[in-house]
């Protein structure tokens, strides 16, 4: 095996087109392409196999690997109109503000309209309560937004339907939307750029960093945070190097806040807040420093210890975000006022007062005193370098690329890849998608599609059109992958066995005949008959989604089904519920 | 590994016992679990109250006075024959909330007990959080990948590999019951199948003809189990259920997820653990007292739940229904006569089985000086020892310790109410 190993990497060094040799079964080019574009995409448009053959597969997956040089005004348009996309998060808070929050700051600046105020009284007089998340309350530890309100509190039966319509008539009035909507429009925009843009393997590695470094939208603040999130530290760095990235997300907001790293502090620091000096002090908070290194960077099993993790989070201590919460953006904006010009509410900064300034020891490595901001540099710097993270960071490519169990002889090279060179995703993904195993046969339609894959692969294949809205969006979620609501920091699974159960399956079923007959709002696929004859349109369809790649009795079976009633539609529903349809 | 991926149906001889093989597989090895243990299968209904509900005005300390001087405008009188709105007694110093007059015959008969003073040890005010350690049970460490009653599943083998061994009422998957081990999150019952308005039956059918097939592949064979589950429901029909014993579920989200978990267990689909929520206790502001908010959710909880319990009958003797919510609320009202977040809280263990009638778990006291950080109800009772009694004493693990891990479980903690 070890033999084989080195033959392979000899071959890898001296060629790069190396679909040759060794004993894995090859792929034909047809099947070469439908296997890039499925993996190296969200599957295959009408025309992209013709496409691809013209300009040759090894041109297209080096165009992919450059995404920022591939032209993308389709997609650019379709992403247009969802405007939370393009503001800052202080511009969010300012114009997304939570409905509660906003009334009591409003309150206390004596501007609360005396309609909605009676209303607001007259809520809970009435016996009802508010909605979730809309609640004001006098508790030190957590503003009232830090609430969750998507999947953790179930609506509450009793609001009033009075108090949200007037709620509903200010914020029209006054230009603002519900903080929902943030959430919806960024789920509209992955939706959207995974079905339209040319920067298939830009989407796919987006898809695959949000989840790597995963942000819950219903924890507190974070809806607020997620746009700049996307916008500002996964996408512009999923293909550069590793330790950009994680230094990205290590400053963002988005993630200080959901690892609660925001509000640790050296418990030496004292009253260090001179704005909030009531405010109790929590001292140091473990959370990021542990997922930094179990789930971010080295793996459960990559050799740190708890000391590291306390270690790590002292190193840390300061990393935090000016007003979290937005303040009172949205109330001073209201009345033409500024916050107070120092920073952006939403934003990182280095709070060196609440830093824990002593020596520390991290794997093995010394922190000298004093370092500042630095410390926490200097451990992504020895994190991202580490062995151990190379492997990681490769096993998990792999399993996305490949297949469920990652042949570990190309593991072995994928890491080598990412260790020498300073982590360099783009040549790292080339040493996957030209090796022989991502070529082989073995790993051709063996990855069960997760709900968002499936959902994008069939809108593709299918040439449908969205308009990416919570139409779609739901059926992702029934099918268990609503997009930011993983509330855990693992991510959804990238494994078979997470999202084959009866309850997702029969979902995928049920989605692929309301996508057949056109019962998605927002989006609509026209599907034309392709042939007289029944039989023929079957086999038409069969090749259009899966190029044909449909087993004997899964055909036979498709067959039988073919009556008078409507057959495109039912024969089209049929082939998307099928097993053959839900891998990739 | 999930277990279940791997393994496939049928492989269980049935012909000796002379089941009837029109009927679905998972089916038949549930009664022919049942039939080789001689027993029937022991059920827990948990159900999460989100938003932590006010402990202190659902479980009343009415012997407390301090509780009368810190609540000026919300606490509930002591009871007193001739006030509708004071507490039901229970025990001469507890009472019920006024609202809550469904719970009392069975407080009576001694199907109730109540664990006061419990909860999560961690001091988290966050719903986020402290939904999550409940949920995962293990305080304080947010990286469990799974939640306890998944893990229950895991550690305990399920030679039936019922198809509802598992259920959650709900949305998604809750985080308590996601893990490897299979389980259903799903809102309704009649839900459960392929949705195509008329064509429906004409599609379901393609369907399980291209599932049908006995190939060597564990999406197939989750596909041709799925129908056979499918199937089953549309034979139970949930569209037309009547409750029995003249039970009248409240009508209302709360109410249905109750009646669908009854559906189950009569159908006798396998259902071991079931799991629903009920949110909107974060009562902050204009809370009430016996009336008012709190008191209305109070109402539909009780009443959701006594109506389960006058449903499934003598079914409860296998049957434990157990209440729990993230944390409790401060001692002290608030200025917007609400209460904020606090501490430790209260929990209900209900059944034929539990010894009821005894509120459970050592009493802190509400003086000032008793209290946790000053504020909020000290806490007494782990809930995992409540988590680990009835795992042990009623779903029958043999392995309660690693369904929390970092905790030293051990029986001679277990409140006893299981006896």
Redesign the interface.
């Known amino acids: 095996m070890k033999k084989l190993t080195a033959i392979i990497l000899i071959f890898l060094a001296t060629s790069q087109s190396i679909i040759s040799g060794a004993k894995v079964k090859k792929l034909t080019e047809e099947q070469r392409i439908v296997h890039v574009l499925n993996r190296l995409g969200f599957g295959v448009r009408p025309g992209d196999v013709e496409r691809v053959k013209a300009l040759g597969l090894e041109n297209y997956i080096n165009q992919q690997l450059n995404p920022e040089k591939i032209s993308d005004t389709v997609a650019e348009n379709k992403i247009r109109d969802l405007s939370v996309l393009n503001m800052t998060t202080a511009e969010l808070y300012e114009k997304y503000p939570q409905p509660g929050q906003l009334l009591r700051q409003l309150q206390a600046r004596g501007m609360l309209p005396a309609d909605l105020a009676e209303a607001r009284e007259n809520r809970?007089?009435g016996?009802?309560?508010?909605a979730?998340g809309e609640?004001?309350?006098?508790?030190s530890?957590?503003g009232?937004e830090?609430?969750?309100t998507q999947?953790?509190?179930?609506?509450?039966?009793?609001e009033d339907p009075k108090y949200r319509q007037m709620i509903e008539k200010y914020y029209r009035e006054n230009g603002l939307q519900r903080p929902q909507r943030i959430v919806a429009e960024l789920q509209a925009s992955r939706i959207l750029r995974a079905v339209y843009s040319e920067r298939q393997l830009q989407e796919v590695m987006v898809d695959f960093w949000t989840n790597h470094f995963n942000v819950f939208a219903?924890?507190?603040a974070d809806r607020w945070l997620l746009p700049t999130y996307d916008r500002d530290t996964i996408r512009p760095f999923a293909m550069s190097k590793f330790s950009t990235l994680l230094e990205a997300t290590a400053k963002s907001p988005a993630m200080l806040f959901y690892?609660d790293n925001f509000q640790s502090v050296s418990p030496d620091s004292g009253r260090a807040n001179p704005l909030r000096p009531q405010q109790q002090r929590r001292g140091i908070n473990e959370?990021y420093a542990?997922?930094l290194m179990?789930?971010h960077t080295l793996g459960v099993d990559g050799g740190y210890t708890q000391k590291d993790v306390q270690e790590v989070a002292r190193c840390f201590t300061g990393w935090t975000i000016f007003q979290p919460r937005g303040g009172a953006a949205a109330a001073n904006a209201m009345m033409g006022r500024d916050g107070n010009g120092r920073r952006d509410p939403g934003t990182f900064f280095f709070n060196a007062r609440v830093h824990d300034d002593g020596e520390k020891i991290v794997l093995g490595h010394k922190i000298p005193a004093g370092g500042g901001m630095k410390d926490g540099q200097m451990v992504l710097d020895i994190l991202a370098h580490h062995p151990s993270t190379a492997k990681f960071i490769a096993t998990k490519l792999v399993r996305h690329f490949v297949a469920d169990n990652p042949p570990p002889a190309l593991v072995d090279r994928v890491a080598a890849t990412f260790t020498k060179t300073d982590g360099d995703i783009r040549e790292t993904l080339k040493t996957i998608f030209f090796s022989n195993e991502f070529n082989s046969t073995d790993a051709y339609r063996v990855k069960?599609k997760r709900p968002f894959e499936l959902v994008i692969s069939a809108i593709r294949t299918l040439g449908a059109d969205t308009n990416g809205g919570p139409g779609t969006h739901q059926w992702i979620?029934r099918m268990?992958e609503?997009l930011y609501?993983f509330?855990?920091?693992?991510g959804y699974s990238d494994t078979?066995?997470?999202w084959?159960?009866?309850?997702g399956?029969?979902e995928r079923?049920?989605f692929g005949?309301?996508l057949a007959?056109n019962r998605i709002p927002g989006t609509s696929v026209n599907l034309s008959k392709l042939s007289n004859e029944q039989s023929k349109v079957m086999d038409e369809y069969l090749k259009v989604l899966l190029a044909g790649d449909i087993?004997p009795?899964?055909r036979e079976?498709?067959l039988?089904?073919l009556?008078k009633?409507d057959p495109v539609t039912?024969v089209v529903?049929?082939i998307l519920?099928?097993?053959e349809f839900?891998r990739q | 590994m999930n277990r279940r991926f791997f393994l496939k149906s049928g492989t269980v001889a049935l012909a000796s016992i002379g089941m009837s093989l029109s009927a679905p597989a998972f089916l038949e090895r549930v009664a022919l679990g049942n039939a080789l243990t001689g027993g029937k299968r022991k059920t827990l209904i948990a159900i999460f109250q989100r938003g932590a509900v006010d402990g202190l005005n659902m479980v009343v300390p009415f012997g407390e006075s301090n509780y009368y001087s810190v609540r000026p405008s919300i606490a509930i009188p002591k009871p007193d024959a001739g006030n509708a709105e004071s507490a039901i007694n229970l025990d001469g110093f507890f009472g019920l909330h006024p609202s809550m007059s469904a719970f009392k015959p069975l407080w009576d008969s001694k199907r109730l007990a109540i664990v006061h003073a419990s909860g999560s040890p961690d001091n988290t005010r966050s719903h986020f959080d402290a939904q999550d350690y409940m949920e995962s049970a293990t305080p304080g460490v947010k990286s469990t990948h799974d939640g306890w009653l998944n893990r229950y599943l895991q550690n305990k083998e399920d030679a039936d590999r019922s198809l509802f061994r598992a259920v959650a009422l709900a949305k998604t998957m809750p985080r308590v019951l996601q893990g490897q081990a299979p389980a259903l999150a799903m809102t309704s019952l009649a839900e459960f199948t392929i949705r195509a308005g008329k064509s429906s039956e004409n599609l379901q059918g393609g369907f399980e003809a291209i599932y049908a097939r006995k190939v060597n592949d564990p999406l197939t064979d989750m596909g041709r189990e799925t129908f056979e589950a499918v199937n089953y429901l549309k034979q139970v029909n949930p569209g037309q259920y009547k409750p029995e014993n003249g039970a009248q579920y409240p009508g209302n989200p709360f109410g249905n997820s109750l009646l669908q978990i009854a559906q189950l267990i009569k159908a006798g689909v396998g259902l071991e653990i079931a799991f629903t929520d009920i949110g909107g206790w974060d009562t902050h502001t204009n809370q009430g007292n016996s009336r008012g908010q709190l008191a209305n959710l109070l109402q539909q909880f009780s009443s959701g739940i006594a109506a389960l319990y006058q449903d499934l009958g003598q079914r409860m003797d296998d049957v434990i229904v157990l209440t729990m919510s993230e944390f409790g609320r401060t001692v002290r009202e608030n200025g917007n006569r609400g209460t904020d977040h606090g501490h430790a809280n209260a929990m209900f263990v209900m059944g034929n089985s539990v010894r009821g009638g005894k509120v459970y778990g050592r009493w802190p006291g509400l003086g000032n000086d008793q209290l946790y950080e000053g504020r909020d109800l000290t806490l007494t009772t782990d809930f995992r020892d409540v988590f680990g009694e009835i795992a042990t004493c009623h779903l029958g693990s043999k392995d309660a310790k690693s369904i929390f891990p970092g905790y030293s479980l051990s029986a001679s903690n277990f409140k006893g109410f299981l006896g």
Not at chain 1, 487 to 490: E, F, M, R
Not at chain 1, 500 to 503: I, P
Request: hydrophobic share 30%.
């Open positions: 809970v007089k016996g009802a309560n508010a979730p609640m004001p309350k006098n508790d530890m957590n009232p830090s609430k969750n999947t953790v509190t179930p609506a509450n039966p009793l219903g924890k507190g690892l959370n542990r997922e179990e789930l069960i979620a268990g609503p609501g509330q855990t920091p693992n078979a066995e997470s084959v159960n009866t309850g399956l029969l079923m049920n005949l309301a007959s087993s009795a899964t079976a498709l039988k089904q009556d009633s039912k529903g049929l519920g099928t097993p839900q």
